[in-house]
């Protein structure tokens, strides 16, 4: 009877530690689910910045042909 206490401490423990993991596990997946999120966001960004510096230097290129094409 004495290993009791022993045992109900561990079946506490093993309980405690199971409910923190899988709260770790949900915390973790809506972080990786924030991260995907915002990776997307600033390549997209990003891609909207090549294409707009891409027009840019069209455009100026277009602008220093004109006088000699007038």
Known sequence: MSYLPTYVLLAAGLLVLILLLVRTIRVLRGFRRTVSMVAEDTQDR?????????ALRVAVAQRR????NQ
């Open 65 to 68: 042909e004109a006088p000699e």
């Open 46 to 54: 990003t891609g909207l910045i090549r294409a707009r510096s891409a």
